[in-house]
C-alpha cells in the first residue's frame, strides 16, 4: 500500500531533521552561487525566496546575493488559508513583524511586489518535480494564480534526504519548474 502525503512528509522531515549543521551550512553557500546565477540566466526581475525554519534548507545567503546583484527581493505574507500568498519587497535590513505562521515577515508599510521567480521550501519531492509542503496549500494556491497571470519559475529547495520515491499528485497540486538539492539540480 502506498504511503500517504501525511506519512511521506513526516518521514522525509525526520531524514532532514538528521542532517548535519555542515550540510546545512554547505547548502546555505550552494544555494546562494546556484540560486544566482539561475536568477541572472533566467533573467528573473522580482525573486521570492523565504525565511527558513528548523531544519529548512535557509536561503538567506542567496537572499543577500541577489540584493546585492540588484534583484528586487520579497518575501510571502500568509493570509487566509486557501487565498494566494502575498509578497512584499524586502532586503537584509529592511523591518519585519511576526506573521500568522510566527514566521518573520516584511513590514505592513513595505511594497507589495509581484515574483517571476519563487524559490520555495517543502517537506518531500519527487524526480517528476511534485511536492508536499506542509498541508495548507499556500504555495499550490499562490503558484496557479501567478501562473495564470503569466510567466513565473517555480524552484523547490530541499535536501537529498527529503527525495521520496512518488509525492500522490492530486489536481489542485502544481508541480514545480525546478527542484535544486545540495548534489543537483532536477528540472
Excluded at 511521506?8 to 522531515?13: C, E, F, I, Q, T
Excluded at 533573467?43 to 543577500?64: F, M, W
Excluded at 513583524?97 to 511594497?111: C, H, K, V, W, Y
Excluded at 494556491?141 to 499528485?169: D, K, M, S, Y
Aim: aromatic share 8%.
Amino acid at each position: 500500500m502506498a504511503l500517504g502525503k501525511a506519512e511521506l512528509r513526516a518521514a522525509a522531515l525526520q531524514r532532514r531533521q538528521n542532517l548535519s549543521r555542515a550540510d546545512a551550512t554547505s547548502f546555505a553557500q550552494r544555494l546562494a552561487d546556484e540560486g544566482l546565477a539561475f536568477a541572472q540566466k533566467n533573467q528573473a526581475k522580482t525573486v521570492s525566496l523565504y525565511r527558513a525554519i528548523g531544519a529548512e534548507a535557509n536561503p538567506a545567503l542567496l537572499l543577500d546575493a541577489l540584493a546585492q546583484h540588484g534583484f528586487t527581493t520579497c518575501l510571502p505574507i500568509t493570509g487566509k488559508r486557501g487565498a494566494p500568498l502575498v509578497f512584499r519587497q524586502w532586503r537584509p535590513g529592511d523591518p519585519h513583524t511576526i506573521g500568522r505562521m510566527n514566521i518573520e515577515e516584511p513590514a505592513p508599510e513595505l511594497p507589495i511586489c509581484e515574483p517571476d521567480l519563487l524559490f520555495m521550501p517543502l517537506a518531500a519531492f519527487d524526480r517528476d518535480r511534485h511536492r508536499i509542503g506542509y498541508g495548507a496549500g499556500y504555495y499550490d494556491v499562490t503558484l496557479r494564480h501567478l501562473r495564470t497571470r503569466g510567466r513565473v519559475i517555480a524552484v523547490g529547495l530541499a535536501f537529498a534526504c527529503q527525495e521520496v520515491a512518488r509525492v500522490p499528485f492530486e489536481a489542485h497540486d502544481e508541480k514545480l519548474d525546478f527542484i535544486l538539492t545540495e548534489t543537483e539540480w532536477i528540472g
